[in-house]
């Protein structure tokens, strides 16, 4: 079973930053596929940044150059560090991690939800001008 357990959100202005962090308890100390998502209410779960295994890091065009993932795996905990955020960046941030075995991210993991069975429970993002 894995849980996780997502911190970090808040109220900013434009231009401001913030890091989001996961905290993930499983059994299993193998190292998997975990990402970002982030989602508008009546608007679809988008990915923003994902990171596999081996440590590669992938990103919605749309965040490319300010935010980036990172993982510490003594600490069991993921993070997306959000800097030069935009309104537009205002959302529900979910923190979601992929089964045990899925050491790669498959090329439509942006979009492919059922490819990470576990989730936490999002920390809302708002961004103001």
């Known amino acids: 079973q894995v849980q996780l357990v997502e911190s970090g959100g808040g109220s900013v202005q434009a231009g401001a930053s913030l890091t989001l962090s996961c905290t993930v308890s499983r059994v299993s100390d193998s190292r998997i596929s975990m990402a970002w998502f982030r989602q508008v209410e009546g608007k679809e779960r988008e990915g923003v940044a994902g990171i596999d295994s081996a440590g590669r890091a992938e990103y919605a065009d749309s965040v490319k150059g300010r935010f980036s993932i990172s993982q510490d795996n003594a600490k069991n905990t993921l993070f997306l560090q959000m800097n030069s955020l935009e309104p537009e960046d205002t959302a529900m941030y979910y923190c979601?991690?992929?089964?045990?075995?899925?050491?790669?991210?498959?090329?439509?993991?942006?979009?492919?939800?059922?490819?990470?069975?576990?989730w936490g429970q999002g920390t809302q993002v708002t961004v103001s001008n």
């Open positions: 979601a991690a992929a089964s045990d075995g899925n050491f790669w991210l498959p090329r439509t993991w942006r979009t492919s939800l059922v490819f990470f069975p576990y």
